[in-house]
């Protein structure tokens, strides 16, 4: 983290976790100003220290210059035998600051990892927060994926810490977190003379009462070989029996269960993305989680009959394969009806119709000398210029000894589409090509004339 950014994380952990977490709030420290002031010196000289681990999330503006923070992770390592530093040590002089720290203490006394574990040494959890606007959006599980490549990169084996909302529980229950001790609020308020008040309920796994925005679904059922549909398929209505008989045509042209001998086979009853939501690979991931479901029901294989491009497009990018194709006009002709609008069979060929964004290089080698650039105007001429300078201030194919290598002739992104992460999918993209050519280990591009280079 920089250091300008010191003070901005500070004042928003303050406000963000110091006043808004139940174990705080319970000791009473948001209500007292002078509580708030004992504890915001003692995080700014800690946060300085080398042991201090501190992440952050902001905004990708384009701007070099970190303008906006979302959220922060913050943890201190220890090693065995540890004592805190003077300034952690709280010789606090508001109640709320040394209530908070016996119910500290307390915690301590349910579990020490490090003696429950016999580490050496271990990161300590300082505390995690996202502002309110951006929660939801998985944020928090990214800092929770951080901490443990941190721990990892320093050798520790394993990393914890006392979560108290409900929010963060998700976050580590998704990323494969375990919970290995809780303790109810009342023990704690019953045992320090404190009352936690609007308490989150332990997190057990089960989020279907907190869902409330459905932006998608996909649905199948389950067949089993001899069980025909179940009987309360009966309709009145002619349109639903006319579907009915399109769909029987289906099964005739392709049986599943048959063509590749199946017991059960979960047969597909629609998929469905917003308008809004559409776009934004969500089909994708649908067709995905059909595939897991079916590898854990024991199934081989999966597949449904597709007649939007948009889950064509996201089957095809997901490696499935058409087996058979219909015409629409067929159908219509064998049971009297009309499609309107119909959709083009996808062939893989996407129609591209916005550039958002493109990076150009091009493929040198030792004995590649540029072609002759003629050009009249003294603003081309001048431009070659400052690129000659550049290059003889650094030539990576000398510098690096290459056989060859790609040289950057640029990287743009369309102004209303900065800020998206596509710039660095462009340069991951690189990276992939240069992968692909195994005698090339670098290329390097120019940045406000800093050179750069990755392997």
Known sequence: MPDYLRDNVVNLYIDHFVKVETTFKAAGVPRSVKALNEIREPILRAIEKPEFHTTICCKDDGDEQIKDIVGASLMTLQSKGYAEPEELQYNCETKEMKKLLEIFCTLTTYFD???????????????????????????????????????????????????????????????????????????????????????????????????????????????????????????????????????????????????????RYFSDRGAFVRPEFRGLGIAQEICKARRKISKEHGIPIHGGWFTSAGTQKSAARDGWETIIKIPFQDLARKHGVTFEDNTPFYDGDEQIKEIVGTSMMTLQSKEYTEPEWKFETKEIKKLLEIVSDLAFSFDEMNVFNLERNFSDRGLFVCPEYRGLGIAQKLLNTRNIIINNIRSLHYIGFFSMYSYYYCT
């Open 113 to 263: 990892e490090m003696k429950v574990y016999n580490l050496d040494r271990n990161f300590s959890d300082r505390g995690m927060f996202v502002l309110p606007e951006y929660r939801g959006l998985g944020i928090a599980q990214e800092f929770l994926k951080v901490r443990k490549q941190i721990c990892k990169e320093y050798g520790v084996p394993l990393h914890g810490g006392w979560v108290t909302s409900v929010g963060t529980q998700k976050s580590a229950v998704r990323d494969g977190w375990e919970t290995i001790v809780e303790i109810p609020f009342q023990d704690i308020g019953l045992k320090h003379g404190v009352k936690f008040e609007d308490c989150p309920p332990l997190y057990n796994g089960d989020e279907h009462t907190s869902i409330k925005d459905v932006v998608g679904a996909s649905m199948m059922t389950l067949l089993l070989k001899g069980h025909p549909e179940p009987d309360e398929w009966t309709y009145e209505t002619q349109e639903i029996k006319k579907l009915l008989e399109i769909f029987s045509t289906f099964a005739a042209h392709f049986n599943e269960m048959k063509v590749f001998n199946l017991d």
